[in-house]
Structures are given as C-alpha cells and as structure tokens.
C-alpha cells in the first residue's frame, strides 16, 4: 500500500462525530436517492420499456382497428366530426399503460425484500415514511414514462392537442401513476414472495381496467355496470385523460380530481401506516 | 456543532434484553435476558448455533426490532429513543447479501453515502479509498451482478464505512463463501481494525473466527451462557481435552459420570466413536497416569488443547454442529 493510501484512514474514522442532519432534510435526500435508483434501473432496464409497448399496440391497432369499422362515431362529435372508436380508445390504452406499469412498480419493494435489499434502506437513518414515498415516486416516473412511449402516437389518431392539452394529460398521467403504484405497494409491504404479488395484482388490475371505461362509453350502461364503474378509481383517471386530449368526458374535472386525489391520499397514508408497523 | 467522540468507555450496552416472537402457535422467545458491554475498540464476538437469537439481538441493536423488554444503548444513546442517530454510527454487514446487484459496485455506494447523508466530496474520497484497500477499484463500474460471493461481501464492507461508523456490525460475514474467500475477507476485516481501531460487532457459528476476538459470548437458545475472552474460557475447561475410543462406551461414560462430576456436561462423543472430555480437575496427576488408572481397556488415546467447541458444549451440552435446538434457520430473524 501507498504512503498516500495510508493516510487515508483518517476518513473512514474521524475524531469528532459530525451531528446528524434535522429530519427533513434527511427525508428528502432519502426520497431524492430511491427515487434516483429507481430511475436509473429503469434506464439500465430500457428494453423491457420496449417490451411493454407491444401490448397497448395490440389493444389500439387490433381491437380498436377490429372494432372500428362496425361502431361508427362514439362518444359524440368534435368540433363537427365524428370521433371514431380508435380515437376514442386511444386516451384509455394510454391511462392503461400508466395502470399496468404502475401496478407492477410496487411489485419492486416485494422484490428488494426478497434479495434483502431493503434491509440497507431500513437500516438507514431515514423514516420508513420517506422510503414509501421514495418508492411511489419511483414507480410513478417509471409508469408516466411508459405511458408517454403511447401518448406520443397521438398524431396517428387525429389528436392534434394543443400545449395546455398535452400537459393536461402529463398530469393526470402522473396522479393515476401515483395511485396506482400507492395500491401495489399497499399490497406489497406486507409480502415476502413477488410470485404471490404478481397473481394477486394480476387478479386486481384487470377489473380496475375493464370497469374504467377505456374500452366502452360510461353512458347508457346497465345500472349494475355503471354502479362498478364508478367504484373503479380508474375511471376518473381515464376520464381525465378524455377530457384532455378529445374534450369528451362523463364527469366533472372537479369529481374526477377529488376522487382520484383523495383515493391517493388515502391509499399512500394507509401504505405509510402499515409499513411502519412492519418489523 | 460537533461533538467530540469518547473514545474510552462502552460503546454498547445491553441491558436485559427480551424478544418476544408472536407466531400462530404461540409466544416465542428468540432473546431471552441478554445483557453485555461492547468497549470502545474491541472486538467482541456473539458465539451460538442458528436461532439461539444472534440475529435478533443485531435487529434490536439498529432499531429495526423492538426489544418486548430491556433496554441498549450505542454511544450512550436508548436506541428506541434515537434510532436514526444511532444508525448514523452502525456500519452493518448482513448475514444474507443487501447489494442492488443491478447497479455498479459504484452506486451502490453513492445511494448508500446519499442515504447517510454524506456530502458528495467526503461520499467520492471514502468510497474511492476503501474500494482500493479492499481490491476493488478496477471492478467499481461493473454492475454487481458479475461479481463473486468474497466480492460482495467485501464491496458490503466498503459500503458499511462508507458514512465513517463507530461500530462495524458483521452478522455472519462469511456465510456461503469457500475457504479462500473466508480468509481473504477476514484480512480485510482486519485490516479495518488495525488501521482505525475500529470496534467490532460479529456472529458467528464458527469458531475460528470466535477465536480471533478479544471477548466472546456463547450464546444459546436466546441466552448468553458464558462471556469472557477466548483464552480464559478455554482455560477454564483446563489445561487438556482427552480423546479416547474405548470398548464399551456407555460403561465407561457411566464411570466418568460417577467419578467426576465435574466434567458431566463436557463429555462428547466424535467422529467415529471416539469420546472427548476435559480432563478432570478432581485428578491432579498428569493425563497419561490418569489414562493408565482407568479400568478399563483403552484403544485409542490422544491430547490437545482445549478449544472454543469444547467450551461450548460444556455450556450447553451440546456442540455447535448440532445446531443446538435444531436447525431450523427460519427461526434465525
């Protein structure tokens, strides 16, 4: 070892104890650095964002494609034209693609339990309330940006939205990211095994996608299947994203926020309690 | 504001420990009256089997378990009171790996000073350092998923002084590597507690590494059982352990038992039926002439020094290999 190695011992053991930050700041670097993990997986894994693009296009290009042709105009006219099934499909593949990834973000801290990464996360000096923040906000990041990948095709089904739209939808693309991954990490606190998390989730997001009005207009449906519509926070996501990007929507936009927003909130505290009740 | 660190005095103190597991079939008791002190500097060693509470005790010592009673405190702080400052001065290596094997060696150790708080000059000159004392600074861009078990384990070492601790803890560090990796995280470890004096926490199941501290609790089955430094406790099995292989062997254990009960608890049974015990203390002859008394036909005989098993089994009557009460490494949380 070098005479210059040696002296750097002094680093690893100072004489003084230097005083631990006030907890704010200690949270929000914590959020910041698992939220900067997060990101940097996501790009390091970029194929898999590649992978799951494939499914949205089958929805809009085959089912939407498909259906096209026999359902004529839907959801009323735009600015005197007709709007066609695949263009009234396209904002909810988009909300759908933000719903899938998002769900299966919280399969992330089943997962770093398993490999016992999470352990180095506990053992730091940071409260448990700030590592579930951290963790939505990474998983949220991760689904907006999938959802973007599909938001992107707009031009191809005569959306040309303004600026204020776009940014609308960014929006609210990021409040369904945040609940969604609210609800997978609500699941996922208390797991140990991400096989289990996957059937579970599974069996959780195909109802919220299938009641949320992505595939089919809200009004004229059986009273039944308007009553689960309306339990599916979902469908106030979706709703949002219409009404930004074709103007076409079945409830207000205050409704809408108010639901999803206050669906969020719940969720992400009811995922903070349990997690710091967790050994 | 900075606080000078007294470098003299315990570093950990434990005070009656008691974890108390829930579980469907009932209470569990994994840590049962544990008390000890750490000094600034020393290496101290927690000896026992899988779930005699080794790990346990660790968790309670980083406030992720909360003892059901009893009290600890690190750098003279109630860890219940202040967990995060006392996780501020605890550098933690577990038993199974915590790396993100999808990142660098490199961020690894960035999202680990980031989490601590350490400013990026004093977070890029530590990580720096420690990767070149530990081998590793041609490896630091690499993701971890290319690296062996020794390498982990020794980037895990670099990251837990990343934030400059007060007490290494190792639960087990060795576990799962070959022979060669064993030693050579061992010379790091080392390393470690000669250049800064650091203080050492380790489990451990085997003796070897027991050996090499400067005190050691034996612990089993949530209790510690004895507690003193390498030496003394060998010493005071006595100067020898006898090896003998012997005709009739539940005859001739019948007879030590009768005539030394001294060593009642200490008698062993080897590979391939040998019997070991420590030489009794009521006899002051030498152990050949207490060899030729004995009454019955000796088919094999040798003598060595007493060794840290030894002292183990003549504390719990069992030895480590056993498990002690079973094997069941669920149990060990």
């Known amino acids: ?279 | 504001m900075v606080e000078t660190v007294d470098r003299r005095g315990h570093l950990v103190q434990a005070e009656d420990l008691i974890k108390i597991y829930k579980t469907r079939t009932g209470n569990r008791m994994a840590v049962n009256g544990i008390s000890f002190h750490v000094k600034e500097g020393e290496f101290f060693s927690f000896l026992g089997p899988n779930g005699a509470g080794k790990t346990t005790t660790i968790g309670m010592m980083v406030a992720l378990l909360s003892p059901t009673s009893g009290r600890i405190k690190i750098d003279n702080l109630d860890v219940t009171k202040y967990p995060h400052e006392v996780r501020q001065r605890i550098g933690i290596i577990f038993q199974d790996p915590s790396l993100d094997d999808r990142l660098t060696a490199w961020e690894n150790l960035e999202f680990h000073g980031r989490l601590y708080g350490i400013p990026g000059p004093a977070r890029k000159k530590r990580s720096e350092f420690l990767m070149e004392v530990m081998g590793l600074s041609d490896r630091r861009h690499d993701l971890v998923r290319t690296f062996s078990g020794g390498m982990k384990r020794r980037l895990e070492i670099v990251r837990g002084l990343v934030h400059a601790p007060r007490l290494l803890i190792l639960d087990e560090p060795t576990l799962g590597l070959d022979p060669h990796s064993r030693r050579n995280v061992w010379e790091y470890i080392h390393t470690v507690r000669k250049e800064v004096g650091m203080t050492v926490f380790l489990t451990t199941h085997y003796l070897e590494e027991a050996d090499g501290s400067d005190r050691v609790a034996i612990i089993n089955q949530g209790k510690i059982v004895a507690l003193d430094s390498p030496e003394r406790l060998k010493k005071s099995l006595g100067p020898e352990v006898l090896i003998l292989k012997v005709q009739d062997k539940a005859a001739f254990n019948q007879y030590l038992l009768d005539g030394y009960p001294s060593i009642m608890e200490a008698i062993r049974e080897e590979e391939g039926g040998l019997l070991s015990f420590p030489m009794p203390q009521e006899r002051a002859e030498s152990p050949w002439e207490f060899l030729r008394s004995l009454p019955f036909p000796i088919l094999e005989a040798s003598i060595r020094r007493p060794n840290l098993d030894d002292v183990f089994i003549r504390y719990t009557g069992q030895g480590l290999a056993d498990g002690g009460q079973g094997k069941n490494s669920g149990g060990d949380q």
């Open chain 1, 1 to 279: 070892m070098t005479e210059k190695v040696m002296d750097q011992w002094s680093l690893v053991l100072p004489s003084t104890q230097p005083p631990l930050a006030d907890r704010m700041t200690r949270d929000l670097g914590g959020i910041y650095t698992l939220w900067l993990r997060d990101v940097i997986r996501l790009w390091r894994d970029r194929i898999r964002l590649v992978g799951s693009f494939i499914q949205p296009l089958l929805f809009l290009f085959i089912l939407g494609g498909g259906l096209s042709p026999r359902l004529g105009a839907l959801g009323g006219a735009r600015g005197g034209q007709a709007l066609g099934y695949q263009d009234f499909l396209f904002p909810g593949i988009v909300g759908m693609s933000v719903l899938f990834t998002a769900s299966f973000a919280g399969v992330a801290i089943v997962w770093d339990r398993e490999v016992g990464f999470l352990k180095e996360v506990l053992v730091a000096p940071l409260s448990r309330t700030a590592v579930v923040i951290g963790k939505i906000l990474g998983g949220a990041t991760n689904s907006v940006v999938q959802g973007s990948l599909i938001l992107a095709l707009m031009p191809l089904f005569h959306l040309h939205p303004h600026f204020g739209q776009i940014a609308g939808a960014f929006l609210v693309m990021i409040l369904i990211g945040l609940t969604q991954t609210s609800v997978g990490i609500l699941l996922g606190v208390r797991m140990t095994s991400s096989q289990g998390f996957m059937v579970l989730m599974n069996f959780i997001i195909l109802p919220l996608f299938f009641l949320s009005g992505a595939l089919y207009p809200l009004d004229r449906l059986p009273s039944w299947l308007s009553l689960a519509s309306r339990l599916d926070p979902m469908t106030y996501g979706v709703d949002l994203l219409r009404h930004a990007l074709t103007g076409i929507h079945y409830f207000s936009i205050a409704t809408d926020l108010l639901t999803l927003g206050g669906f969020l909130l719940v969720i992400s505290l009811l995922s903070v309690h349990l997690f710091n009740k967790t050994d």
